[in-house]
């Protein structure tokens, strides 16, 4: 009754500006959610119960687009396609230049995965999507057994509902700020084999957790903080115990502010303890802590945080920053505030089901990508499912955490690894180029030696290591470049247009780089582009920006020869003249897309 269309495209929320940014091989800020069932999985159903759930929540239906001044979502035609797991856990979901989906599903055995890229959706979003997904699945899959089609959220929630910003809903301006925060001890230590995740999963008896929280009148949040707390202190020496030991906490915004949003809506707290010279006792840890919680967890503490880092993006001078000067200060704010903590603790609360699903399904489960450790945490029914991700070979804090449970009387079940065996990445392409490197390097090197030893009172291998380079560094944008043809194009008109005016320099200035060189690129470039496009189809929103850049550049010709700094009249004059025309036609004949398309790229 109440649905309406799905924004065309939309602004990133404010949690969600610095995840593609930061997200590299160390960490893809890819996050998964699982439901192991007690049968194996059918693919058949499965993909009609992803066909059928992503008709619920389209606003997935998004790709991540590049602009000016910021990243944003852009509305996708591209369908998800359910595909047994091959690839190692929480891989790169968000490609630079390759338009892809944001999330995937895959199955092995008798598992469901649904892995997310941060940028779209936070743990209470993943949530609501796998639990409908799951549901869809069964009623897929048991038929025969009469299951029926159970509401899990309320049927007056509108797609706009969905992709409402919470963060710019609530935001005020005027709001205290923060305190200085003391630095936190690292995690330190031999990293795993080649960077792979190490995964450790366990399951406990949320009965037994609870009753060992109340014994200290806590919740499970604050009881298994401080055991976390306390794992990692029993790995510090007492040289580093001058440090705190903190933990970053995310918190669900929904449970302070109402929203009805799958987009990012979370803050977080940063429990610490610093444990002294003295012996602190496991009650001593737990009760700061809850002291900690009691004080944080308020409507007034919580807004602290998110209004200041609304403050951020609202600033009038950060907002009119390119976004490549953006990245870079958001990778170095993440990496130093990346020292205010010492690992993440993630608590996604309850997974509910109606009691109709129950049977058919085991448990479920979550971790993340993490940089260096992270602890994450959900329950379903008397399940509790906790999961260690690390890049660190040691085990050890993962081995005190399950001590100190034992302890206490809970016992911890570990469940075999369930993931397929890893497969070896075909990296052709990665070592053809690193091949190519090396053979220019030492083309490179042999030039200058001949010279040095035949001829050292000539400079002639200078020319040769630049051509080296040159050929080199043409390569690489092609190589980096290679899924979108079309700003590869671009790169390699930059590269080659100034590199033969620094050339030209170089060999006495001749001025052949800006009459001939300059011009004729431009003309050459813009037929390939609309070579490109043709041959891949490719509509006006993907093509529009690139032919605008390629038609401004092509105007330098003239505007050289009007300087003077150019002398011969025609090639200048022809490429102008045709990159304005085709400037032109973009306007006149797809006017709609071109302003689109500039609001898009240029919003701040």
Not at 259 to 266: A, G, I, K, Q
Not at 326 to 335: E, T, V, Y
Not at 531 to 548: E, W
């Amino acid at each position: 009754m109440f649905h309406t269309k799905r924004a065309y495209w939309r602004k990133l929320d404010n949690a969600a500006k610095i995840f593609p940014a930061t997200s590299g091989k160390r960490d893809t800020r890819v996050f998964r959610f699982y439901c192991e069932l007690h049968q194996d999985v059918i693919p058949e159903a499965l993909q009609k119960a992803l066909d059928t759930t992503i008709e619920k929540y389209p606003v997935f239906l998004s790709v991540l687009r590049k602009g000016f001044f910021w990243y944003y979502l852009e509305e996708s035609s591209i369908r998800p396609v359910v595909k047994q797991e091959s690839k190692p856990p929480c891989s790169d979901l968000y490609i630079h230049d390759k338009k892809s989906l944001l999330f995937d599903v895959t199955y092995y055995k008798k598992r469901i995965n649904f892995e997310v890229f941060h940028a779209l959706t936070d743990g209470t979003g993943a949530t609501q999507f796998i639990r409908e997904l799951v549901k869809n699945y069964l009623i897929e899959a048991h038929a025969s057994d009469g299951l029926t089609d159970e509401p899990l959220t309320d049927s007056s929630i509108t797609v706009q509902d969905l992709e409402d910003d919470s963060f710019s809903k609530y935001y005020s301006p005027n709001s205290k700020k923060k305190t200085r925060k003391v630095k936190a001890f690292q995690l330190h230590g031999p990293g795993t084999r080649d960077g792979e995740l190490q995964i450790t999963e366990a399951t406990l008896s949320v009965k037994d957790v609870l009753s060992k929280a109340r014994e200290y009148n806590v919740s499970i949040t604050v009881y298994l903080t401080a055991v976390f707390l306390c794992a990692i202190h029993e790995e510090m020496n007492r040289f580093q115990e001058h440090k705190p030991v903190a933990l970053m906490v995310p918190l669900n915004l929904r449970k302070f502010f109402p929203s009805d949003s799958m987009l990012n809506f979370f803050g977080w707290i940063e429990p610490y303890y610093r444990f002294g010279p003295g012996h602190s006792s496991f009650g001593d840890v737990v009760q700061e802590v809850k002291q900690y919680f009691s004080n944080e967890l308020t409507k007034d503490q919580v807004a602290v945080r998110m209004n200041e880092l609304m403050g951020l993006e609202r600033n009038p001078i950060l907002r009119i920053l390119p976004l490549e000067i953006k990245n870079f200060g958001m990778k170095l704010g993440a990496r130093f505030s990346g020292k205010d903590v010492t690992a993440v603790f993630s608590n996604m609360s309850v997974v509910s089901m109606p009691g109709q699903y129950i049977p058919y399904i085991k448990r479920f489960g979550v971790f993340t990508s993490t940089p260096t450790m992270e602890l994450c945490m959900c329950s379903f029914q008397d399940q509790l499912a906790l999961t260690f991700t690390s890049r660190f070979e040691s085990r050890n804090i993962e081995r005190n955490f399950f001590r100190i449970l034992k302890e206490h009387g809970i016992a911890s079940e570990f469940p075999e690894p369930d993931f397929p065996p890893r497969q070896k990445e075909r990296l052709v392409g990665k070592r053809f180029f690193q091949w190519f490197t090396f053979g220019s390097i030492a083309a490179a090197v042999i030039t200058v030696m001949i010279n040095m030893i035949v001829t050292p009172h000539l400079y002639w291998s200078l020319f040769a290591v630049a051509g080296a380079f040159s050929m080199w560094l043409a390569l690489a944008v092609a190589f980096f470049k290679r899924r979108n043809l079309l700003k590869n194009s671009l790169w390699q008109l930059f590269i080659i247009t100034i590199g033969c005016v620094i050339w030209d320099l170089c060999t006495g200035w001749n001025g052949w780089s800006v009459d001939y060189v300059l011009p004729g690129m431009c003309v050459l470039i813009l037929a390939s582009m609309i070579t490109i496009t043709f041959v891949q189809r490719l509509k006006p929103k993907d093509y529009m920006v690139y032919y605008v850049i390629n038609a401004i550049y092509g105007l330098v010709p003239v505007i050289l020869l009007l300087a003077g700094a150019a002398t011969v009249r025609y090639p200048s004059v022809i490429c102008s003249g045709i990159c304005l025309l085709s400037l032109a036609g973009l306007v006149i004949f797809n006017g709609r897309d071109f302003f689109s398309e500039l609001g898009k790229k240029f919003h701040i």
